[in-house]
């Protein structure tokens, strides 16, 4: 199931996925235009900033492929699996030929880290070709005192950014680019109306696709084509199967996804930041401009890594309702394990509500490396269905 | 305590030889059972602390409280740890993430933690801990404000965090600049938010226990621990000057981090002073810790709880001894904050803020290594990788690598200091004989021509 012929005959979901695919291109293209690219590491880089500062703004990604010998020698066993492979990219020299700058967020403990090393790494050897760094520290709980600090926080970052543009970025222009932004947000959340619900016209991969490809391409670019893919999608095949909304793990591709369709299940929602918590909330215009950055990515749903327990419970019921979900897949990385934390009360809130769930605890990365999860995803769409567990 | 347990393959038995090792010992246990007794007689507020918690408004507040990671050596000392991964497990529970720093919420599901058994023995580590009613933590890590927040859950306690920064000064002579100059040690802004965090804490203890924070009670706390950590001082640099070594770290871990535990009181300065004077004692008649000390090894990693007996191993043979941990040196390097009276609040948030850094992030802790393994002669270090948990993760590269490049020979290994399955002691006992053989006689012999 997965991609169907229907989203292939689509011009606009076409173009997403060879930005997709081909994730360097929209980046080379900046560059070749004299555009400065910077790569975000982390999921709360402010890209209002990095747009209004004239910049191309790029995700940075994984390497299923690639040998880890270089990152083996600086990252503890500790570091997830996909962090090392990202690690490895920006030190190997790839992200050095291809970004102008790294912005790096405080996301989660393992991304802190790596700010740390990449840090100390080029005190002592400078010779590293590692773009230039910024670390963005936020705070991430709500309190007045943590929303103050968080203004100076973005600040800081505004001036980093005048810096590496050699000029000022202006409160219109932040307020411009914050528009672009919520067009492109607004696009998206239409799209996702046809995943949700009784009715739904566009798999869980093909989502990943019209998602994901916004983090390697023009902004306008991506929200036209998303609202075209959203005009095709209404006539696209309604989706038959159990539907599931997947909570944990970030997936930079779609190998899982893929599993989990082939075992008829319908994946209506996730709550990643390759998924649906990347276009959640706007950007207030009517803040001033700094308050306005803060705003949204303080008090967008929570995640995972930077919320409590109980505030993960709520985030989890509001949004397996909001897409009309009927189960839960739970997937954890081996060494990505904080969400386990959340996942006994979670799931006794989602039995309280007669809401299926499965747990896949300590996996492999990449998604090929696990024996059984195709026979596991199986039988737990045969118990959706209301057959034998 | 956890250090007292013989490790399952140690073969060679632990000497203790400081009374202030004993004293510290025997104090915590009278300690806690007088605390307990306290908050179940007054009924009156109990906190449990994350170790990174300033605990130092609590001492000032007189709000009883013990510190998270504390408990958690009880509780293996106590022999809780199969047990509490059992009720991990049964609540749904990783038992095998953060279970060190869980075991405090482990107990928390424990339905017998209060009874005694058909003997009349208590069921719980030491009968269990009061039921809190304040649960604290900072956000060091992602994984404190869930087992906090559990662990207030479960037992219907207030639970309160306060946030973490990262640094972007990263002075390289953090150790010259903490006792005095600590303004120049961090960014203002940092320090700012921290006193920031430290009066909205106050406040809020204020308010749910009734309790004034008298700021000339913290100045008097203050300067107790000032104290304490001067004598702590004056025992590491006492301990680097001498040749041979008085002690080793099997006399001074315990003797320091269990009074640690308590400072701020009038009790652990003078028990830090006991612990000077007593080293100082030995270091004046010239007792050699090894008499035929030979080579000088640093420690670099938690204690080695459960078999304290592999530090002794190279005595023998290789006069090879273990001189130095961080338990002692932090102590000397890292608490004391002077001129604590022109602020209280801003020197305690200038000790609190920086002990992840100090700890946790190249360059503050590589650099510190190598003034620390300069000042005290060491001839070969011997480094633990914590390797279960993001939190402790340290940059275990640079720290090796900014030694090795100081000349100083680094045997680094993964290891996990409270798992006994983790550890096989002749393994390791072979890995360091041929580290000492190969890496630290002939640097030694190096340095001496």
């Known amino acids: ?389 | 305590m956890a250090q007292e347990q013989k490790g399952t393959a140690s073969k060679s038995a632990v000497v203790k030889k400081l009374k202030a090792t004993k004293a510290a010992s025997v104090y915590q246990k009278q300690w806690f059972f007088g605390m307990k007794e306290r908050v179940e007689r007054e009924g009156g507020d109990f906190a449990v602390l994350n170790a990174d918690v300033p605990m130092e408004i609590f001492r000032a507040m007189d709000i009883p409280f013990v510190v998270n990671q504390w408990w958690a050596a009880i509780c293996g000392a106590k022999r809780m740890t199969r047990k509490y991964f059992g009720l991990m497990q049964e609540n749904g529970y990783r038992p095998d993430l953060n279970s060190y720093d869980a075991q405090a919420l482990a107990e928390s599901f424990d339905p017998d933690d209060k009874k005694v058994d058909a003997d009349g023995n208590p069921m719980g580590p030491w009968g269990g801990l009061p039921t809190p009613t304040i649960s604290i933590t900072r956000l060091t890590g992602d994984v404190q404000s869930k087992i906090f927040g559990l662990l207030a859950e479960n037992y219907g306690a207030d639970l309160y965090v306060i946030e973490n920064t990262i640094a972007r000064t990263t002075p390289l002579n953090w150790y010259e600049l903490a006792a005095d100059r600590w303004e120049e040690m961090y960014d203002k802004d940092r320090l700012d938010l921290a006193v920031e965090e430290l009066k909205e804490l106050i406040r809020w203890l204020e308010m749910k226990t009734g309790k004034m924070m008298d700021i000339n009670k913290l100045e008097y706390v203050m300067n107790l621990i000032n104290e304490q950590e001067g004598y702590y001082k004056k025992t590491r640099d006492l301990i680097a000057s001498c040749h041979p070594v008085p002690v080793t770290v099997v006399d001074t871990i315990n003797a320091v981090m269990q009074a640690q535990w308590q400072r701020g009181t009038e009790w652990a300065v003078e028990h830090a002073k006991s612990l000077y004077e007593e080293v100082k004692a030995l270091a004046d008649a010239g007792v050699a810790a090894v008499p035929n000390e030979k080579l000088r090894l640093m420690w670099i990693g938690r204690g080695m709880w459960q078999d304290f007996a592999f530090y002794q191993r190279f005595e023998e043979k290789y006069g090879a001894v273990f001189m130095w941990s961080m338990y002692l040196a932090m102590g000397a390097d890292a608490y004391i904050r002077n001129n604590v009276e022109e602020d209280p609040l801003r020197a305690l948030a200038a000790r609190f803020i920086g002990m992840e850094d100090f700890l946790h992030m190249p360059p503050w802790n590589s650099s510190w290594f190598i003034q620390q393994a300069q000042q005290n002669d060491i001839d070969g270090v011997v480094y633990m990788i914590p390797d279960n948990d993001i939190q402790a993760v340290e940059g275990s590269y640079f720290i090796k690598k900014a030694l090795e490049d100081a000349g100083i020979p680094v045997l680094a290994f993964h290891g996990d200091p409270v798992n006994p399955r983790k550890w096989n002691a002749e393994t390791m006992t072979s890995l360091v004989d041929e580290f000492i053989e190969t890496r630290v006689i002939p640097a030694h012999e190096k340095k001496e021509r």
């Open chain 1, 1 to 389: 199931m997965s991609i169907r012929s229907c989203a292939m005959e689509s011009k606009a979901f076409l173009a997403l996925k060879d930005a997709y695919d081909h994730r360097e291109k929209g980046a080379a293209a900046a560059r070749a235009a004299g555009v400065k690219v910077v790569g975000e590491l982390g999921f709360d880089v402010p890209e209002e900033l990095v747009l209004a500062a004239g910049m191309f703004p790029v995700r940075i990604y994984a390497d299923p492929g690639k040998s880890l010998e270089e990152t083996d020698k600086y990252l503890e066993y500790s570091f997830e699996p996909v962090v090392r492979a990202q690690f490895e990219k920006i030190i190997d020299g790839t992200y050095g030929s291809q970004l102008d700058y790294l912005a790096i967020s405080n996301s989660t403990d393992v991304i802190i880290r790596i700010f740390l090393y990449l840090r100390e790494l080029k005190r002592v050897e400078p010779e590293k070709p590692v773009p230039p760094i910024t670390f963005i520290d936020w705070l991430f709980t709500r309190h007045r005192l943590h929303q103050m600090r968080d203004e100076f926080v973005i600040d800081l970052f505004k001036k980093q950014l005048e810096e590496w543009a050699g000029r000022e970025i202006t409160d219109e222009q932040i307020r411009e680019a914050g528009a672009v932004l919520n067009e492109n947000r607004r696009a998206l959340r239409q799209m996702a109306q046809l995943r949700h619900g009784q009715e739904v016209r566009i798999s869980g991969s093909e989502a990943m696709v019209i998602i994901g490809a916004g983090f390697f391409m023009d902004k306008k670019e991506h929200t036209a084509l998303v609202k075209q893919v959203t005009e095709d999608a209404k006539s696209w095949p309604v989706l038959e199967g159990p539907r599931v909304f997947y909570t944990g793990a970030n997936h930079e591709d779609l190998a899982l996804y893929e599993k989990i369709e082939a075992a008829g299940l319908v994946i209506v929602g996730e709550d990643t930041d390759w998924g649906d918590r990347s276009y959640d909330r706007d950007y207030n215009p009517e803040l001033p401009v700094i308050r306005g950055v803060v705003d949204r990515y303080l008090f967008r749903e929570f995640s995972a890594k930077k919320a409590f327990v109980s505030q993960r419970v709520e985030a989890l019921d509001r949004e397996v309702n909001a897409a009309g979900a009927e189960g839960v897949i739970f997937y954890t990385n081996q060494y990505d394990e904080v969400a386990t934390w959340d996942m006994p009360k979670q799931r006794k809130s989602l039995e309280s509500r007669g809401i299926k769930h499965i747990t896949f605890g300590r996996m492999q990365w990449p998604v090929s490396r696990n024996e059984g999860l195709d026979e596991k995803l199986a039988a737990f769409a045969q118990e959706m269905k209301g057959g034998a567990q």
